[in-house]
């Protein structure tokens, strides 16, 4: 962001960002906490929006909407505690047991953290989200604004836990899993494919506090932070090299221009994997077991791994794109790794991002987790990540053999990397129905029977006698002979027509 002209706005809008976070994380009470929340949505519109073209516009529209929609919900329920006295969230915690309307606050406060989480149906404003700077994507997708519904959620997680409504997210979690999972395969941008990650990384944080363990989801929420951060900023590192392309068709080779960035690619790539002994590793891998512990339905167990190794896929295929593909894009091109400012902050997080993930696990919990289970389930991990290889690949090449095969499968193909068609369904659609409507409206009353019978009509009218009276005007001198010389003649009409008459009657 050196050469942007405006950067003392963007220092500024980023700062008040983080601080609506810690507004939201530090604040006991639901109205700070709506004030961190609404700050958050506001900011965010404000930084979606800061490259101002058309792109950019649709992106931060359909972010604030969708936010508003948790805002609206918390409103209604600090509406609803007032009826406890107070609005510290620890004080009503006492009367979940007792209160049947407390549970209705539960139900408002999962409304609201699935709208800014972006489960379905809400999933389709995080990956348009990317059109903002990339260090704020960074901040957005890892770390901030996305995690706050999660946070809620961690914070009111004693009220929640008996909810029925917490079945129906267990299933739009595991939904949202599978469908960012199978969208990422047939992604090309390379910052909307790592927003593909973090729609999947924070709904496995969904489910394990469906499960009702709040420690470690907040133990996979700050190991995820750090690696989805670091995997932004190197993105980001590519992009502003390689001329601000993001298609990664045309990205290849960078291990021989960038290999300081690559290296640190390819390590948070392997910690968003699992790969053990990295940060991602420790945080996974228990919730994986814990999983296998749970009595869940076996088409939840099911979509949950399968899209654990649709993970390892998609990140694979980044690899493959970025660091083994050739370089596609330009003749003569001059690519270099030395922007040390960068590269400092770069080997920070990546420090971090090894490491972290040991020391959280032995500050968070107080003992350690030793999962027993039989050899076939613990070593279904890798089972289910080799099956997800081989579906992703599968899926990722799929053919139907015919004459033409492109024609074939244009329509699944179209439905697998439109994430199933929701952006039609939630905004395209809509947004399709109110404009039709509104241009029907605009032709018919506004520019049809509006204008005829008031302004349009009015001027119409007004300009034919005006058109008159300038010719009257304009022509005076032969229209007044021409009114003598027929006055004269009506009138010796009118004389003969009556002497006429008058030599009858004699």
């Known amino acids: 962001m050196s050469s942007e002209k405006n950067l003392n706005r963007f220092i500024i809008l980023v700062l008040l960002f983080v601080f609506s976070i810690i ?32 792109k950019s516009y649709n992106a931060g529209m359909l972010t604030a909407l969708s936010n508003r ?80 519904g999660i946070y809620l959620l961690i914070r009111f997680n004693n009220l929640l836990l008996d909810l029925f409504i917490l079945k129906i997210l267990l299933l739009l979690s595991g939904l949202t899993i599978f469908i960012a999972g199978i969208t990422a395969n047939y992604e090309f941008d390379l910052k909307k494919i790592i927003a593909l990650s973090t729609l999947r990384q924070l709904g496995l944080i ?36 390689i001329n601000n392309i993001q298609d990664i068709r045309y990205i290849g080779g960078i291990r021989y221009y960038l290999p300081y960035t690559s290296l640190c690619l390819n390590i948070s790539n392997m910690a968003l994997c699992g790969v053990p002994f990295l ?15 749970r009595y869940l339905n076996i088409f939840i167990f099911f979509l949950y791994y399968i899209s654990t190794g649709l993970t390892i896929y998609y990140s694979f295929r980044l690899i493959i794109y970025l660091i083994i593909n050739d370089f596609n894009l330009l ?9 040390y400012t960068i590269l400092k902050r770069i080997y920070t997080l990546l420090f971090i991002s090894v490491l972290r993930g040991s020391f959280l696990s032995w500050i968070i ?24 290889i081989f579906i992703g690949y599968i899926v990722r090449n799929m053919k139907i053999y015919s004459l033409n095969k492109f024609l074939s499968t244009y329509t699944l193909r ?5 994430m199933w068609f929701i952006p039609n369904l939630s905004t395209y659609g809509l947004n399709y129905i109110f404009l039709s409507f509104g241009q029907n409206l605009l032709k018919i009353v506004d520019i049809g029977w509006r204008e005829i019978y008031r302004g349009q009509g009015i001027f119409f009218i007004l300009k034919k006698y005006s058109i008159f009276y300038y010719f009257y005007q304009i022509n005076n001198f032969k229209i007044y002979l021409f009114r003598f010389v027929l006055w004269i003649i009506i009138i010796l009409f009118i004389l003969f027509i009556y002497l006429n008459s008058l030599y009858i009657r004699a």
């Open 279 to 293: 940060a991602g590793f420790y945080s996974k891998d228990i919730i994986l077991e814990i999983v296998s512990l």
């Open 414 to 418: 179209n439905f697998l990397s439109l």
């Open 365 to 388: 919990f107080s003992y350690p987790y030793i999962i027993y289970l039989p050899f076939n389930m613990k070593i279904i991990v890798i089972y289910v990540s080799l099956l997800g």
């Open 69 to 148: 929609i948790g805002d609206v919900c918390i409103l209604i329920s600090i509406a609803w505690i007032i009826n406890y006295g107070r609005w510290n969230y620890i004080f009503y915690l006492n009367f979940i047991n007792n209160d049947y309307s407390i549970k209705i606050v539960g139900t408002i406060i999962i409304l609201a953290a699935i709208t800014k989480r972006a489960q379905i149906p809400f999933s389709s404003w995080l990956p348009a989200a990317i059109a903002a700077p990339t260090p704020v994507s960074a901040l957005v997708h890892s770390s901030t604004l996305v995690t706050a």
């Open 23 to 54: 507004l939201l994380i530090i604040s006991p009470n639901i109205i700070r906490i709506f004030l961190g929340w609404d700050g958050l949505g506001l900011v965010s519109y404000c930084l979606v929006i800061y490259y101002q073209n058309i």
């Open 206 to 241: 969904i489910r394990i506090l469906r499960i009702g363990l709040p420690d470690l989801a907040f133990f996979h929420l700050l190991t995820h932070a750090i690696f989805k951060a670091l995997l932004f900023i190197c993105a980001g590192v590519v992009i502003h090299i």
């Open 331 to 339: 003749r003569v091109y001059n690519l270099f790794d030395e922007d």
